[in-house]
């Protein structure tokens, strides 16, 4: 069993930067394909970005590219997801996803993830 739990959310400006933590316990996540995903009021569960097991690979939400940067310290059992450029339109509950599975390949489906933290709330002002 895998307890995921998500902070850095908050009040930002647009134009600002936020650090999400997504800290675990009960396993070691180095063996865990991990995802952080965004539901916003009325839509669907959104995916944002991921990374293997290793770190070697990340993918992107295209609503995010080039503005938001996963990484992960398995040392340290966390995953983070670095928001700089923050819109208004990233408001929304993030979440952590893990899956245990020694892919090459990021999981995008939210389906496919075993665990998930309880959120944390980003809210970007214009």
């Known amino acids: 069993q895998v307890q995921l739990v998500e902070s850095g959310g908050g009040l930002v400006q647009a134009g600002g930067s936020l650090r999400l933590s997504c800290a675990a316990s009960?396993?070691?996540?180095?063996?865990?394909?991990m995802g952080w995903f965004r539901q916003a009021p009325g839509k669907e569960r959104e995916f944002v970005a991921g990374?293997?097991?290793?770190?070697?690979?990340?993918y992107y939400g295209d609503s995010v590219k080039g503005r938001f940067t996963i990484s992960r310290d398995n040392d340290k059992n966390s995953v983070y997801l670095q928001m700089n450029s923050l819109i208004p339109e990233d408001t929304a509950v993030y979440s952590c996803g893990a899956r245990r599975e020694h892919s090459r390949v990021v999981i995008i489906d939210p389906k496919r993830y075993d665990y998930w933290g309880q959120g944390t709330q980003v809210t970007v002002s214009s």
């Open positions: 009960g396993r070691t996540l180095s063996s865990y394909v």
């Open positions: 990374i293997t097991w290793s770190g070697g690979s990340t």
